[in-house]
């Protein structure tokens, strides 16, 4: 198909996301996990249907083509996704709105709310209280009270180490963790991530703490427009600061070196770097177990992965799994027929979805409001439109509220700079 006429169906297809009305129907008594903190054995039998039915229903769903590839064998995760993250098409998923666990993955929520409320070169002075209430166990970057760290390093610490007390000490200066799980919520129910519920900002397994690989996927998605998280997340290694000592009677602050814990950007001795790969986050918990999210580019066409918690208990299992699903993604695509789509914003879609009558925060359920897609459409402004105006990109709101997604998108630039291990 010729470019402008992919660039323009492509654009339809995440209009129809704003014009759509979707039913929610993830009971969260179905989806959340057990009063052990554990998820259940088995997807409930109702989900989410939003960004099309088929997302709603359990088990692998793939519409194949002529020509298109076979699913993967051998994918043990309890939910994936596989999608367009330029035109938000949805080319397979298996349990895509199941709510689990979602460790570290969370910090992508985290990123995309935070991110953008502090220069890199602020800096901040680490007091005892930033450092509290860490869970036991968590993964940290090694921050050390009464340093001073800026935000650039900061975010280094989230997003290659995967650090907690790094996410503690952006919360501090975010008016607490409170606040911020809060602004957190918000942004994911502003983004129609609607399987998701955060309690605690570094993914740190907490009761009721849940979100999806549909809801990660959003999340990355949105995360990706900005350049700094473009950045952070595709980052391989840095020099981190370390404790400040006195020599010869001077201050000198050592450094360390810290290097990006996903597998797939940074390899290991039984995985290769994945072509093209740009990020995003990985994570691991007990009750999560391994999740990741993962961004690659190749012939230009951009597509992410989300992966949780696969079955299989073989070293690096999640990034195997990942790598097969990015391998048939690129196969698949143009000959796969799309079984959903990733929405857009309720801003962007003029939609007013949101949970249903007695829904907790994060709970699917309702309808989006078709009068104010309408509305939307008939002014021809609905909203302020998702955050896709990148690198010389841009978005732009049509008439009936349809979106047109520059195809200029700056990932596979980002992977021809970015050092290879």
């Avoid at 503690?168 to 942004?187: C, F, K, Q, Y």
């Avoid at 990355?220 to 473009?230: V, Y």
């Avoid at 201050?251 to 990020?279: H, K, P």
Wanted: hydrophobic content about 40%; charged content about 20%; overall charge neutral.
């Amino acid at each position: 198909m010729p470019a402008p006429h992919r660039t323009v169906r492509r654009s339809l297809l995440v209009a129809s996301a704003a014009l759509s009305s979707l039913t929610l129907t993830a009971p969260a008594a179905l989806a959340a996990p057990t009063p052990s903190g554990s998820p259940s054995a088995a997807p409930p039998a109702h989900m989410s249907s939003l960004g099309g039915a088929r997302l709603g229903q359990p088990g692998a769903q793939a519409d194949l083509g002529g020509g298109a590839p076979v699913l993967p064998k051998g994918l043990t995760a309890r939910s994936w996704i596989v999608a367009d993250a330029e035109s938000g098409e949805v080319l397979a998923a298996q349990n895509a709105h199941w709510r689990l666990p979602p460790a570290s993955t969370m910090k992508m929520l985290f990123a995309d709310t935070v991110l953008p409320k502090f220069p890199k070169t602020d800096r901040h002075t680490v007091v005892p209280a930033d450092l509290a209430d860490i869970g036991a166990g968590s993964s940290m970057v090694g921050i050390k009270e009464g340093e001073t760290y800026s935000v650039h390093d900061l975010w280094l610490g989230v997003f290659l180490r995967s650090g907690n007390d790094a996410v503690h000490v952006l919360s501090a200066m975010n008016d607490g963790v409170d606040n911020t799980v809060r602004e957190m919520n918000e942004h994911a129910a502003e983004l129609q991530a609607l399987d998701t519920h955060v309690v605690s900002p570094d993914g740190y397994d907490a009761p009721g703490q849940v979100s999806s690989a549909y809801d990660l996927t959003l999340f990355a998605r949105s995360g990706l427009q900005k350049k700094d998280f473009r950045e952070y997340c595709s980052t391989v290694r840095a020099k981190f600061p370390g404790d400040t000592e006195k020599k010869k009677g001077k201050e000198v602050r050592g450094t360390f070196e810290i290097q990006n814990t996903n597998r797939l950007l940074s390899g290991d001795f039984d995985i290769s770097v994945y072509q093209g790969i740009a990020g995003v986050k990985n994570g691991n918990t007990t009750n999560a177990g391994a999740t990741f999210t993962g961004v690659a580019e190749r012939d230009g066409r951009v597509l992410l992965v989300t992966v949780m918690n696969p079955a299989k208990n073989e070293h690096n299992e999640i990034y195997k799994e990942t790598a097969k699903l990015f391998d048939w993604g690129f196969a698949a695509a143009g000959k796969a027929h799309p079984v959903g789509e990733l929405v857009a914003p309720r801003s962007a879609a003029g939609s007013t979805a949101k949970p249903g009558s007695g829904a907790s925060p994060g709970e699917a359920g309702g309808t989006a409001d078709k009068g104010s897609a309408r509305a939307a459409g008939s002014t021809g402004g609905g909203g302020q439109g998702m955050a896709l105006a990148i690198a010389g990109g841009a978005l732009a709101l049509l008439a009936a509220a349809a979106f047109l997604v520059n195809r200029r998108w700056p990932l596979p630039d980002l992977v021809r700079r970015r050092p290879r291990p």
